[in-house]
C-alpha cells in the first residue's frame, strides 16, 4: 500500500508524480519493495532498516544525514500475539514509512483528518505519528485494569473460577505493553537528543514530552505487572484452599471409618481364641462401641467447627 502526503499546513495526499516534483516535504508510506527500489537512499541506511525490522523492536539509529527507525506496534486485540512491524526512514523534507501491512497508512490518515499541524517540518510529522501510537493506551491501560479488578472481585465475593489461563495472558499482556513503552520512551529520547541537526528545538522538545508520556505509560503497565502477580497468587491461594478442603474431606471420612474397620478387621478374622467372640451380646456391644466412636467423632469435628 502506497501513499504520499505532502506537508503543507495539513497533511495532504498528493499522487507519486505531484510527490516527486513537490517543493514542499513529503511523507510516503511504501511497501519494503518499492521502498528499496528507490534511488538516492544511502545503503547504510538500507542496511540498518532490514536488521532494525528483523529485531522486532522498536529502536531508532543516527546517523549524520538521516535516521532510521523500527516500530514494533502490539495489537490491541491480541497484544500477547505478533506486532505490527514497520520501519521509517528520515531526512531532512522526506519520511519515508516502510510497512508491508496498513497500520502507518491508517495512522497518517488519522493525522491527516485531525486537521492543522503546528508546523510543516518532516520531523514534527514523525512527533504526531509518536502521539497518535500512544494516545488512547492510557484508556487501554484503564480498561485492562478494570478487568483485573472484576476478575478479583468475582473471585472474592462470588467465588468465580478465573482460569491460570486468563490470569497469565494479563500478566503476559501488561509485559508485552511494559517493554513496548519503554522501547518508544528510549527512542523519543534518542530522536529528542538530535545529535545530527535534523530538527528545530521546539521539535526536539516535542519528542522530550513523547519520551515522557511513553515513560508513564511503562510505569502504569509495570503497575498492572505487579497487580496481575497478586491476582495470580490469590488464584493460587484459592486453589490451595480447595485442595485443603478436599483433603480434611478425605481425612474426616477416614477417621470415622477407622474405628468400624478396626472392629471388622479384627473380629473378622478366621480364628476362634479372640476374647469374647462366643459371647452372645458381643454383636450388639460392637454394634454400640462404633456407634459411640463415630458420635464422638462428629461431635469433636464439629465443635472444632470442620464440618
Known amino acids: 500500500m502506497s501513499v504520499r502526503y505532502e506537508l503543507r499546513d495539513r497533511l495532504t495526499e498528493v499522487s507519486a508524480a505531484e510527490a516527486s516534483r513537490s517543493e514542499v516535504p513529503v511523507v510516503e508510506v511504501l511497501s519494503t519493495s518499492a521502498f528499496h527500489g528507490l534511488t538516492g537512499i544511502d545503503p547504510d541506511g538500507r542496511e540498518a532498516l532490514r536488521s532494525l525490522v528483523a529485531s522486532e523492536s522498536c529502536y531508532v539509529e543516527v546517523y549524520p544525514d538521516f535516521m532510521v527507525g523500527s516500530f514494533a506496534v502490539p495489537d490491541k486485540a ?38 492543522v499541524m503546528r508546523t510543516t517540518s518532516t520531523a514534527h510529522c514523525l512527533y504526531l505519528f509518536f502521539k497518535t501510537l500512544l494516545v488512547d493506551d492510557l484508556t487501554y491501560l484503564g480498561r485492562l485494569e478494570d478487568a483485573m479488578e472484576d476478575a478479583e472481585e468475582a473471585m472474592i465475593e462470588r467465588g468465580a473460577d478465573i482460569t491460570t489461563n486468563k490470569i497469565m495472558e494479563y500478566r503476559r499482556t501488561s509485559t508485552r505493553l511494559g517493554t513496548y513503552y ?20 521546539a521539535d526536539a522538545q516535542a519528542f522530550s514530552r513523547a519520551s515522557t508520556l511513553a515513560d508513564r505509560l511503562a510505569n502504569r503497565a509495570e503497575t498492572i505487572k505487579e497487580y496481575s502477580l497478586q491476582l495470580h497468587e490469590l488464584h493460587q491461594t484459592r486453589i490451595d484452599l480447595k485442595q485443603n478442603s478436599i483433603m480434611q474431606t478425605f481425612t474426616i471420612v ?3 471409618f477407622a474405628p468400624l474397620t478396626l472392629i471388622t478387621g479384627w473380629f473378622g478374622m478366621n480364628l476362634t481364641v479372640l476374647p469374647g467372640v462366643d459371647w452372645p451380646w458381643m454383636a450388639g456391644a460392637l454394634v454400640a462401641v462404633g456407634v459411640i466412636a463415630t458420635a464422638g467423632f462428629l461431635f469433636f469435628f464439629r465443635w472444632k467447627r470442620w464440618l
Do not use: C, R
Open 78 to 115: 491480541d497484544p500477547t500475539g505478533d506486532p505490527d512491524l514497520f520501519s521509517f526512514y528520515l531526512e531532512g523534507s522526506h519520511l519515508i514509512f516502510i510497512d508491508d501491512g496498513t497500520v502507518a497508512a491508517a495512522i497518517l490518515a488519522s493525522i491527516a483528518k485531525s486537521g
Open 182 to 201: 519503554q522501547q518508544l520512551a528510549a527512542m523519543a529520547t534518542v530522536i529528542a537528543d538530535d545529535e545530527n541537526d535534523l530538527m528545530d528545538a
Open 254 to 256: 477416614t477417621v470415622l
